[in-house]
């Protein structure tokens, strides 16, 4: 099977849309002649041509602007938002427009239209290339919001997400694209060569939207991450030495709860992973989903570990990354609970 | 040591108890402003930018180059088109105002605007909309009860009681559903427009926003695309001089025509008389046969008069003079083109009062008619249940619980306990 990084498998289920669909068009920023700033979509206008992969002002709320119009007239516009910080100018078109268009209409417009955007710090990209805004948007009704964590997930979400008949926020996490990271800057680099989810079918391939997957079966903690937090909390589990069953989300919203609260009822404690902000984050949802149904099954209340409620400073990523050593702490403190 | 402030801060020239004023409003004669090829350079073509396109002259007489030599029964069609425009709008401030609907927005004095534009396209030209373009809906014949029930969100309302009153869309009459949030359908119009191109269709799209709302972003966004890719389609900033209380000024049109802004994107722009039928009817004409032809977006800035309130919830005498309109120079849209069709001896006061009381009375009919699905507090109601409906493709588990929940709630409180 072949070895794809985050970047090549992205490219690749870019591709396979191109190919099997007339009606997907790409669009945003740098993403045409030059194949994007992270070269995700290398090569493909110069394979499917400049009228499906079109370079565009740097005017997110046009881009997504016009992919609603798109959208409207039968087309399946694939953006990308250049850094998951730019996607503000584009909010109001997000949130009012692109997820309320079915619903304001009763079904009889809609613009499947599929937002891609890098996220996540850890790259030196100072307050406005470093942010996960994935709980700015798990918030609005209308869109699915999905944040895979290795390649294989990536292109099989992607397609998912682009075949997908409703609004699709795409977030990648741009640590991971060359390889695992373990929260660990210090350590070697690893490849994706080097771990199960960089082999990656070249063909086309969809993982279902709103499953959650476990990454790893224990029985003593539940910790619930996705994105670059399900690899840096492998490192704290190893760490730790407690037996944690760590669940990959995924797709954030809809949110699949059952696998989650099972998981939760199971070991009777739990831990929250996200690199976001902490105070009305995405994690305060999953720790409200989890207390609302395994109440009576926990052991340890439940914690939260994340970046801190501040900008993501440039000069000090590491002490505000939610690294192994925090992680770690937090299962500690619940195994001690009870 | 401080001085006085340098802050210019625009005013309008009356405010009430005062005097009309227009004085500040440039308009060409009619027939003045030569008519380009379609394909003309937008640089060759900036004085229509700044002048305005007019048509019919203080005689009622199509003049000039731009007179699109309309056969009479279209002239009709159109009377009749803004006549039912401002007659709906009349009944339905009314049931408004008798507290039937909760909210309503009339297009008086700028029926021209929607009538006409739709009038010189063709039907399968999609057509974004702003929230008094009632008339797009009128001149493509969409049932006024369907209006009227979406209004009511009573059980045959199209949006099913998501949307306020006004907030129409109608997909098989190629019309896009109205948002609430200012100017977002510009960017959207021209993505459409750029899909078109794409697909190697000669359809094209027009969408409207107000003066005031072209000060959003999504001006920008549109304009920059529409540049930028030629897309087939025509952008319009209906300039109806007030945006709630706030006068055209405020909008950034104290210096320069909004209209004038096409050029400096390197789009054609054309100000036209927003009250002559034939004027509007030519311009539209001239930018869709503009776009059809691969030379990209045109801007129309029709200028005319916000002669009611913005809504049923502002009160215009609280922020302008009483006799405002009145003084307006350009007229009143129905009375310019009967006028017209009168002086061509196509039509007669006796014709227009027969004309009137027959759209009255088809008003009234579609009322009745549209009561019967249901209104605000009699009759039929829409299932509540529906609101969980259309967030997503399919439902997701989450909002089937929600539901469920709902159910529980509905049905304590016909039981009249407390739900579980």
Same mark, same amino acid.
């Given at each position: 099977?072949?070895?794809?990084?985050?970047?090549?498998? $992205?490219?690749?289920?870019?591709?396979?849309?191109?190919?099997?669909?007339?009606?997907?068009?790409?669009?945003?920023?740098?993403?045409?002649?030059?194949?994007?700033?992270?070269?995700?979509?290398?090569?493909?206008?110069?394979?499917?041509?400049?009228?499906?992969?079109?370079?565009?002002?740097?005017?997110?709320?046009?881009?997504?602007?016009?992919? $609603?119009?798109?959208?409207?007239?039968?087309?399946?516009?694939?953006?990308?938002?250049?850094?998951?910080?730019?996607?503000?100018?584009?909010?109001?078109?997000?949130?009012?427009?692109?997820?309320?268009?079915?619903?304001?209409?009763?079904?009889?417009?809609?613009?499947?239209?599929?937002?891609?955007?890098?996220?996540?710090?850890? $790259?030196?990209?100072?307050?406005?290339?470093?942010?996960?805004?994935?709980?700015?948007?798990?918030?609005?009704?209308?869109?699915?919001?999905?944040?895979?964590?290795?390649?294989?997930?990536?292109?099989?979400?992607?397609?998912?997400?682009?075949?997908?008949?409703?609004?699709?926020?795409?977030?990648?996490?741009?640590?991971?694209?060359?390889?695992?990271?373990?929260?660990?800057?210090?350590?070697?680099?690893?490849?994706?060569?080097?771990?199960?989810?960089?082999?990656?079918?070249?063909?086309?391939?969809?993982?279902?939207?709103?499953?959650?997957?476990?990454?790893?079966?224990?029985?003593?903690?539940?910790?619930?991450?996705?994105? @670059?937090?399900?690899?840096?909390?492998?490192?704290?589990?190893?760490?730790?030495?407690?037996?944690?069953?760590?669940?990959?989300?995924? @797709?954030?919203?809809?949110?699949?709860?059952?696998?989650?609260?099972?998981?939760?009822?199971?070991?009777?404690?739990?831990?929250?992973?996200?690199?976001?902000?902490?105070?009305?984050?995405?994690?305060?949802?999953?720790?409200?989903?989890?207390?609302?149904?395994?109440?009576?099954?926990?052991?340890?209340? $439940?914690?939260?570990?994340?970046?801190?409620?501040?900008?993501?400073?440039?000069?000090?990523?590491?002490?505000?990354?939610?690294?192994?050593?925090?992680?770690?702490?937090?299962?500690?403190?619940?195994?001690?609970?009870? | 040591?401080?001085?006085?402030?340098?802050?210019?801060?625009?005013?309008?020239?009356?405010?009430?108890?005062?005097?009309?004023?227009?004085?500040?409003?440039?308009?060409?004669?009619?027939?003045?402003?030569?008519?380009?090829?379609?394909?003309?350079?937008?640089?060759?073509?900036?004085?229509?930018?700044?002048?305005?396109?007019?048509?019919?002259?203080?005689?009622?007489?199509?003049?000039?180059?731009?007179?699109?030599?309309?056969?009479?029964?279209?002239?009709?069609?159109?009377?009749?088109? +803004?006549?039912?425009?401002?007659?709906?709008?009349?009944?339905?401030?009314?049931?408004?105002?008798?507290?039937?609907?909760?909210?309503?927005?009339?297009?008086?004095?700028?029926?021209?605007?929607?009538?006409?534009?739709?009038?010189?396209?063709?039907?399968?030209? +999609?057509?974004?909309?702003?929230?008094?373009?009632?008339?797009?809906?009128?001149?493509?014949?969409?049932?006024?009860?369907?209006?009227?029930?979406?209004?009511?969100?009573?059980?045959?309302?199209?949006?099913?009681?998501?949307?306020?009153?006004?907030?129409?869309?109608?997909?098989?009459?190629?019309?896009?559903?109205?948002?609430?949030?200012?100017?977002?359908?510009?960017?959207?119009?021209?993505?459409?427009?750029?899909?078109?191109?794409?697909?190697?269709?000669?359809?094209?799209?027009?969408?409207?926003?107000?003066?005031?709302?072209?000060?959003?972003?999504?001006?920008?966004?549109? +304009?920059?695309?529409?540049?930028?890719?030629?897309?087939?389609?025509?952008?319009?900033?209906?300039?109806?001089?007030?945006?709630?209380?706030?006068?055209?000024?405020?909008?950034?049109?104290?210096?320069?025509?909004?209209?004038?802004?096409?050029?400096?994107?390197?789009?054609?722009?054309?100000?036209?008389?927003?009250?002559?039928?034939?004027?509007?009817?030519?311009?539209?004409?001239?930018?869709?046969?503009?776009?059809?032809?691969?030379?990209?977006?045109?801007?129309?800035?029709?200028?005319?008069?916000?002669?009611?309130?913005?809504?049923?919830?502002?009160?215009?005498?609280?922020?302008?003079?009483?006799?405002?309109?009145?003084?307006?120079?350009?007229?009143?849209?129905?009375?310019?083109?009967?006028?017209?069709?009168?002086?061509?001896?196509?039509?007669?006061?006796?014709?227009?009062?027969?004309?009137?009381?027959?759209?009255?009375?088809?008003?009234?009919?579609?009322?009745?008619?549209?009561?019967?699905?249901?209104? +605000?507090?009699?009759?039929?109601?829409?299932?509540?249940?529906?609101?969980?409906?259309?967030?997503?493709?399919?439902?997701?588990?989450?909002?089937?619980?929600?539901?469920?929940?709902?159910?529980?709630?509905?049905?304590?409180?016909?039981?009249?306990?407390?739900?579980?």
């Amino acid at each position: 099977m072949p070895q794809m990084n985050m970047i090549q498998a $992205i490219n690749s289920a870019l591709d396979v849309m191109l190919e099997r669909d007339a009606s997907v068009v790409l669009m945003g920023e740098d993403v045409g002649y030059f194949g994007g700033v992270f070269r995700c979509t290398d090569g493909l206008q110069r394979k499917y041509g400049e009228q499906r992969v079109l370079d565009t002002p740097i005017a997110e709320g046009g881009i997504v602007g016009a992919a $609603i119009g798109m959208g409207v007239h039968g087309l399946k516009p694939v953006v990308e938002i250049q850094f998951a910080d730019y996607a503000y100018p584009a909010f109001d078109q997000i949130v009012s427009e692109l997820a309320r268009l079915r619903y304001r209409t009763a079904g009889e417009f809609h613009a499947a239209v599929t937002v891609r955007m890098p996220c996540g710090g850890g $790259i030196r990209g100072g307050q406005t290339h470093s942010q996960s805004p994935e709980g700015i948007f798990t918030h609005v009704c209308g869109i699915k919001v999905v944040m895979p964590s290795n390649p294989y997930d990536a292109k099989g979400l992607l397609i998912s997400a682009i075949e997908d008949a409703d609004p699709v926020i795409f977030f990648e996490p741009k640590r991971i694209y060359s390889g695992p990271f373990d929260g660990e800057p210090e350590k070697a680099a690893v490849p994706w060569s080097a771990h199960p989810g960089g082999e990656v079918p070249a063909g086309h391939y969809g993982i279902p939207l709103s499953r959650a997957q476990i990454v790893r079966a224990g029985s003593q903690v539940t910790v619930l991450a996705y994105g @670059t937090m399900v690899h840096v909390a492998q490192a704290a589990v190893t760490r730790s030495g407690v037996d944690a069953e760590i669940i990959d989300l995924r @797709t954030l919203a809809p949110l699949d709860t059952d696998t989650l609260c099972e998981s939760v009822n199971r070991t009777g404690r739990c831990v929250i992973v996200h690199e976001a902000t902490r105070f009305g984050g995405f994690g305060a949802e999953l720790s409200a989903t989890v207390q609302e149904a395994c109440f009576w099954n926990l052991l340890a209340p $439940i914690e939260r570990v994340t970046g801190w409620d501040t900008p993501y400073p440039h000069a000090f990523e590491w002490e505000y990354f939610p690294g192994p050593d925090r992680i770690a702490a937090a299962l500690v403190r619940v195994m001690e609970a009870a | 040591m401080m001085r006085d402030s340098r802050l210019h801060v625009p005013h309008p020239p009356a405010r009430p108890g005062q005097t009309p004023d227009f004085s500040y409003l440039q308009i060409s004669p009619a027939g003045a402003l030569a008519r380009p090829e379609v394909t003309a350079a937008f640089t060759d073509i900036e004085l229509l930018a700044t002048g305005m396109v007019r048509v019919l002259d203080e005689q009622h007489q199509a003049v000039g180059p731009w007179n699109p030599h309309l056969e009479p029964d279209e002239l009709q069609v159109g009377l009749r088109h +803004m006549l039912l425009t401002r007659l709906f709008d009349q009944r339905m401030q009314m049931i408004q105002r008798q507290g039937r609907i909760s909210f309503y927005v009339r297009s008086l004095g700028e029926e021209a605007v929607s009538v006409a534009q739709t009038m010189a396209l063709r039907p399968d030209d +999609m057509l974004f909309p702003s929230y008094r373009n009632q008339g797009l809906h009128i001149a493509r014949g969409h049932s006024l009860v369907e209006l009227m029930c979406q209004c009511l969100s009573n059980t045959r309302d199209m949006c099913k009681g998501r949307q306020m009153p006004v907030m129409y869309h109608w997909g098989s009459g190629n019309i896009f559903s109205i948002s609430g949030n200012l100017a977002t359908q510009y960017p959207q119009a021209v993505g459409w427009a750029m899909a078109a191109a794409l697909k190697g269709e000669d359809r094209i799209a027009a969408a409207w926003i107000g003066e005031g709302s072209s000060a959003e972003a999504d001006f920008h966004h549109g +304009m920059t695309f529409a540049a930028v890719y030629r897309a087939p389609v025509i952008l319009n900033i209906v300039n109806n001089q007030w945006a709630i209380s706030s006068f055209q000024g405020v909008a950034g049109g104290e210096q320069r025509s909004f209209a004038a802004r096409g050029p400096g994107y390197g789009i054609a722009g054309i100000r036209v008389d927003g009250n002559d039928f034939l004027a509007l009817h030519a311009v539209t004409a001239w930018a869709a046969e503009r776009a059809r032809r691969g030379s990209g977006a045109t801007l129309i800035e029709p200028v005319t008069y916000r002669a009611s309130a913005h809504s049923t919830s502002d009160d215009p005498a609280r922020y302008r003079p009483r006799d405002d309109w009145q003084a307006w120079p350009l007229g009143d849209p129905i009375e310019r083109l009967k006028q017209h069709l009168i002086a061509l001896g196509e039509w007669s006061t006796q014709r227009h009062e027969q004309l009137v009381a027959q759209l009255e009375a088809h008003v009234v009919e579609c009322w009745m008619q549209a009561q019967q699905s249901g209104t +605000m507090t009699e009759g039929p109601r829409l299932d509540p249940r529906t609101m969980f409906e259309d967030v997503l493709a399919t439902m997701p588990p989450h909002l089937v619980r929600q539901r469920q929940q709902l159910d529980r709630e509905l049905l304590a409180a016909t039981q009249d306990v407390q739900p579980t």
